[in-house]
Structure formats: C-alpha cells, structure tokens
C-alpha cells in the first residue's frame, strides 16, 4: 500500500474534496466511469455518516497492490460514539438518524471488500476495498 | 454553489451545474418550494445532468422537494440522470419510486406539459 492521502471531515464540504480525490485516484489507476462513481458514492456515504453520527473524522485513501492485482482503498475512521449493533446497522433501511438506512449496507454492496469495526464510546473504522479487474 | 433557478411560462427549472454540497441542496429545496408559491407554478424541473453521483442523502433530499412542491400543487420531473448514477443508486437500493424522470429537459419539459394538459381537461 503506499502512503495514501488523508482528509479531515469537519463539515459537508469535506465531503466533496474527499470525493474529488478519490475520483483522482481512482483515474490513475484507471478505474471505469462507473467505477469511479462508485468510489466516489462510497466516499460520500461514509463522509457523511462521520459527519452526522461522529461530527468529525478522516477519510484515508490508498492505493493498493497485490501481486498483479491493483485496486483503492478507502478507510473512514472517527472516535465518535461507535455502533452499538454493527448487525442491525448493516441492515437495509436501519437508522438511528434520519436517513434511509442505506448507507452502510449499500456501500458493502457496491465493494469488493468490507470491513467495519466500533466500539462504544471509542469510535468506527470502515474500511473497504475495490479491486481494478 | 448556489442553483440558479429559472422561470419559464408556468414552470421552473432548476439546473444542477456542479457538485453540490448538503447546504447546497437544501437551500435548492426550500427555493424551490416557496418559488412554485411565489410564481404559482405549474410544475419545476430539476436537471441532475451535471450531478456526478447521487447518494442517499441526495435521494431523499429530492424525494422529500418531490413530495413538497406536490403539496404546493405543481409535479415535478429530474431529467438527466446519467447512466453511471443510475446504475450505482439500484445497487445502493435508492429509488425515486413514484417521482417522474425524463432523459433530458426537452423530455422533461414535454412530459409536464402532456400531465397539465390532461389535467387542464378534467
Ligand atoms: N461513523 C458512525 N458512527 C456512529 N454510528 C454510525 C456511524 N456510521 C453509521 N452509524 C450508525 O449506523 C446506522 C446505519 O448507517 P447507514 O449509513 O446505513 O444509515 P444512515 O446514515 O442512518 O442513513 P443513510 O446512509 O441512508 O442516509 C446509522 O443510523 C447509525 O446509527
Ligand atoms: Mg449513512
């Protein structure tokens, strides 16, 4: 993995300098158009989720390379409250804001790899992955 | 960046011409809200050709400006959602259920004028 960029999620603007940069990324490695969309949806979900639940936090994106294989990833972490129930927040249509509830189980769909951990009182760390095929 | 909105005979067009921030799009909501009142509109048009994704903030932004400017007596219609949206929104399993899409504003444009001319006869 090299040494990725990191952007602090303060306010909804971060989001989109977020996404803009994943879109870069994603570009060099040459990624689709629809790829791209996806790396750029995915980071606006999970921008936004430290925004609302976390009110600050960082969005890390990396490239990634395995043998031949080459791909992003896409890491948002936050000390917020954490996700008491990460099962039931991975459900369609489950939350605790306003929201659809769509957000986190979308975005493991959209990606190749997911991987999330929280804890109470400590925070969340979302980490996904997508690979160039 | 703020979202002009233009007036046109008995309808309003809204064209999305870059990224939007949350505080965008939600000063486009209330806008277009209280505009449709202000100008009596018949019906409003959003343009999301330039939107480069659109996520579950977005959808219910626009589902809930839909529903809104319905109470206020107008329909509204989002043209130009590009294909790559299109397919990652159905993979996130966002929908506009029950909310008019047209290809583009010609489309969209048409589509509101056919709706008020049948209504126009009843
Ligand atoms: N970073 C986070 N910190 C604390 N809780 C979180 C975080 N991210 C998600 N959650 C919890 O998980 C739930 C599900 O998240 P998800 O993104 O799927 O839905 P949502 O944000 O509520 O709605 P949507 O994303 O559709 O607008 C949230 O309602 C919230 O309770
Ligand atoms: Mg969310």
């Keep these: 993995m090299d040494g990725g960029s990191t952007i602090a999620i303060t306010s909804d603007s971060d989001i989109i300098v977020a996404r803009e940069l994943g879109r870069r990324v994603g570009r060099e490695l040459d990624f689709s158009l629809t790829d791209l969309t996806i790396i750029a949806t995915v980071i606006s979900e999970l921008a936004r989720n430290i925004i609302i639940f976390a009110k600050h936090g960082d969005m890390i994106i990396e490239t990634i390379r395995h043998g031949k294989k080459v791909g992003i990833v896409i890491t948002a972490v936050d000390k917020g409250p954490g996700i008491p129930d990460i099962f039931l927040a991975m459900q369609d249509g489950y939350s605790t804001g306003k929201g659809l509830g769509l957000g986190l189980p979308g975005v493991r769909r959209l990606m190749d790899e997911f991987e999330i951990f929280s804890e109470t009182g400590k925070g969340t760390r979302v980490s996904v992955k997508k690979w160039l095929m | ?122």
């Design chain 2, 1 to 122: 960046m703020e979202v002009p909105i233009l007036k046109q005979s008995d309808y309003l067009i809204a064209t999305i011409q870059a990224a939007l921030t949350d505080e965008d799009l939600l000063k486009l909501h209330y806008a277009l809200v209280e505009q449709v009142g202000k100008h009596r509109s018949r019906g409003v048009i959003i343009d999301v050709t330039a939107l480069d994704i659109m996520d579950s903030f977005a959808t219910r932004t626009l589902r809930s400006l839909v529903h809104m400017v319905k109470l206020r007596g107008a329909d509204t219609v989002i043209c130009g959602i590009q294909p790559e949206v299109a397919f990652t929104m159905v993979q996130l399993g966002l929908t506009l259920e029950g909310i008019s899409t047209a290809l583009d504003l010609e489309e969209g444009l048409a589509l509101l004028t056919t709706s008020n001319n049948k209504k126009r006869k009843i």
